[in-house]
């Protein structure tokens, strides 16, 4: 159950990485037990937002909080509240999904026991139990979502953070993707994913964050943002994006 703390907060995140102010500002709040979907256009400073929140990236300004912990006054603390599937995701290449989900449990903390029971459990759900003894170098880029989202489950966090986690992943295993996240959050947990696609985002999260440009252009419960039109249409007009692609390239035409 909730205690009214909000899952998380981000409170002015700024990053510049040379002349580029990637994010610019970024103020957010997650209520707990919430779907949230983060949407923008590539390069609107998504990833970087949420390398920040979690505490892989440090801001140049600004801060961010885990229901109520200072993701970087206590890291350890606020990580432990944490599941994350970040963008581009590092796999110890020469081990197996077990291995994988073992040597990180173990890690993280967990007894062996819990591990090597929650690590069989995540492989049959996903679909990973014929592959568990296979090299994570041998993965497709689907099946390392996957067991990238098993490793961000494992130890019962509270908060899932996700980018793009369905990308690349093929429409069986998706749907038992979007099962599992459902299960967490009626079980109390909460989630942000960021994503490209807006059905997706329709479908599953019932807040919503427009970034454009580094800064929030828009953020509230999901039918507050889109009113009685299709989110694709908010989310077009209000990063200005251009829709009509027909003009030129005549010489496509047969």
């Not at 500002?25 to 390069?43: D, M, Q, R, T, Y």
């Not at 689907?142 to 490793?151: E, N, Y």
């Not at 999260?205 to 039918?223: K, N, S």
Request: proline residues 4%; negative net charge.
């Amino acid at each position: 159950m909730s205690d009214g703390t909000a899952a998380l907060r981000l409170s002015g995140l700024s990053k510049s990485f040379g002349e580029k102010r990637a994010v610019d500002g970024v103020s957010l709040e997650v209520p707990a037990g919430s779907f949230f979907g983060l949407v923008g256009l590539n390069g609107a400073g998504k990833t970087t937002s949420l390398s920040m929140a979690v505490g892989l990236l440090r801001p140049d300004a600004g801060d961010a909080w885990v229901f109520g912990v200072d993701v970087w006054a206590d890291p350890v603390r606020a990580k432990a509240l944490l599941g994350v599937l970040p963008d581009s995701l590092g796999l110890p290449e020469r081990l197996t999904g077990r291995e994988v989900l073992t040597y990180l449990g173990l890690l993280r903390g967990l007894e062996r026991s819990v591990v090597d029971e929650r690590a069989s459990e995540l492989l049959e759900v996903l679909e990973l139990a014929e592959a568990e003894r296979t090299l994570v170098s041998e993965y497709s880029t689907g099946m390392r979502k996957k067991i990238g989202l098993a490793v961000a489950l494992l130890h019962a966090p509270r908060l899932l953070v996700l980018d793009e986690p369905f990308e690349a992943v093929d429409p069986v295993s998706a749907l038992t993707v979007r099962r599992i996240l459902r299960r967490f959050t009626e079980g109390g947990g909460s989630v942000i994913m960021s994503s490209h696609v807006m059905a997706l985002v329709e479908q599953l999260c019932d807040h919503v964050a427009v970034i454009d440009r580094g800064r929030v252009a828009l953020a509230g419960p999901l039918e507050m943002v889109r009113g009685e039109r299709a989110l694709e249409d908010v989310f077009v007009e209000l990063v200005g994006g251009r829709v009509d692609g027909t003009e030129g390239l005549s010489w496509l035409a047969s």
